[in-house]
T-cell receptor, first 109, second 113 residues
C-alpha cells in the first residue's frame, strides 16, 4: 500500500499562493487524489492525477511525479473560504484510497 | 437532491449497545464504501462493496458488519459498542473501483459514552 506524508499545517494570506506537498510510497500505486474537507463537513473531490504532469482546474492545480512518488496541490489567489484541510490520497489497483492525515490550510486576511 | 445521504447525523449511545448507520446513494454508482475518521482526522477505509459484493475488508473488528441490500444502499451495523468506536463514519460511493472520484455523505458522528 501507500504511506502518505503531507505537512500538518500551512498558513498563508488572502490572495497568495500555497503549495501543499505530498509524498507516497509507490507499491501498487494507481493514481493520486486530492480532496478538500471543511471542518465538520464531508471531503469533496478536487483533483486526480495518474500520469506525470500538471492538471489545472481554475485556481487549483495538481502535479504528479510517479518516479519520485511526489505530488503537490497548488492553490492560487487564496480566498478565506479556502481555509480547510486538504487530503492527499493514493489509490491502488483495488480502488482502495489511502489518505494522508491532511494539511490544514489557514488563510489570514 | 442529496447524492449520498446517511442517517443519523449524530449518534450518542452507551457502551455495549448495538447500533446501525444507514447510507443511500442516488447517483447510480456501483461501488460504495465506509470510512472512519478518528479524532486525529485520519480518514481510513473500512469496507468497500461493488454491486453488492464485498471487495475490500480492512482490518476491522468483526463487531462491525456491513450489509448491502442493493447497490444503492450500504448499511453499517456495530455490535457491542466500545469507547474507541467514537469517530465520524463516512459513507461514500463511486462509479467503478479505480481512477474515479468518490462522493462522500455528510458523516455520522458516533459518540460512545
Amino acid at each position: 500500500g501507500q504511506n502518505i506524508d503531507q505537512p500538518t499545517e500551512m498558513t498563508a494570506t488572502e490572495g497568495a499562493i500555497v503549495q501543499i506537498n505530498c509524498t507516497y510510497q509507490t507499491s501498487g500505486f494507481n493514481g493520486l487524489f486530492w480532496y478538500q474537507q471543511h471542518a465538520g463537513e464531508a471531503p469533496t473531490f478536487l483533483s486526480y492525477n495518474v500520469l506525470d504532469g500538471l492538471e489545472e482546474k481554475g485556481r487549483f492545480s495538481s502535479f504528479l511525479s510517479r518516479s519520485k512518488g511526489y505530488s503537490y496541490l497548488l492553490l492560487k489567489e487564496l480566498q478565506m473560504k479556502d481555509s480547510a484541510s486538504y487530503l492527499c490520497a493514493g489509490g491502488d489497483s483495488w480502488g482502495k484510497l489511502q489518505f494522508g492525515a491532511g494539511t490544514q490550510v489557514v488563510v489570514t486576511p | 437532491d442529496t447524492a449520498v445521504s446517511q442517517t443519523p447525523k449524530y449518534l450518542v449511545t452507551q457502551m455495549g449497545n448495538d447500533k446501525s448507520i444507514k447510507c443511500e446513494q442516488n447517483l447510480g454508482h456501483d461501488t460504495m464504501y465506509w470510512y472512519k475518521q478518528d479524532s486525529k482526522k485520519f480518514l481510513k477505509i473500512m469496507f468497500s462493496y461493488n454491486n453488492k459484493e464485498l471487495i475490500i475488508n480492512e482490518t476491522v473488528p468483526n463487531r462491525f458488519s456491513p450489509k448491502s441490500p442493493d447497490k444503492a444502499h450500504l448499511n453499517l451495523h456495530i455490535n457491542s459498542l466500545e469507547l474507541g468506536d467514537s469517530a465520524v463514519y463516512f459513507c461514500a460511493s463511486s462509479q467503478g473501483q479505480r481512477n474515479t472520484e468518490a462522493f462522500f455523505g455528510q458523516g455520522t458522528r458516533l459518540t460512545v459514552v
